[in-house]
Nanobody, 119 residues
Framework: QVQLVESGGGLVQPGGSLRLSCSAS????????MGWYRQAPGKLRELVAH???????YYVDSVKGRFTISRDNAKNTVYLQMNSLKPEDTAVYFC?????????????WGQGTQVTVSS
């Protein structure tokens, strides 16, 4: 069993930055693919970025060049650095971890952290 706990959300002005963290309990973190999803009010949850156990990254087009996903296996933590934030980035951000792929059956979810981009 793996537990994921997100932190780092909050209110930020457009153009600002936030760094989200997701800490994982349990062993074998290094073999998990990890990802960040977000869900805005009235919208479906979408994959924002993920990172494989080998460090290969993927980003949805809307955040390319602005967000960076990284992982520290020694700390069992995955990060999402978000720069040049826009109001449309406002959402609840969820961390997910799975063996091989993110978001699949049997993968693990955090409780979510709210990110609000507003002046």
């Amino acid at each position: 069993q793996v537990q994921l706990v997100e932190s780092g959300g909050g209110l930020v002005q457009p153009g600002g930055s936030l760094r989200l963290s997701c800490s994982a309990s349990g062993s074998s973190f290094s073999i998990y693919a990890m990802g960040w999803y977000r869900q805005a009010p009235g919208k479906l949850r979408e994959l924002v970025a993920h990172i494989t156990s080998g460090g290969i990254t993927y980003y949805v087009d809307s955040v390319k060049g602005r967000f960076t996903i990284s992982r520290d296996n020694a700390k069992n933590t995955v990060y999402l650095q978000m720069n040049s934030l826009k109001p449309e980035d406002t959402a609840v951000y969820f961390c997910n971890g799975g063996r091989g792929v993110v978001g699949g059956t049997g993968s693990y979810w955090g409780q979510g952290t709210q990110v609000t981009v507003s002046s």
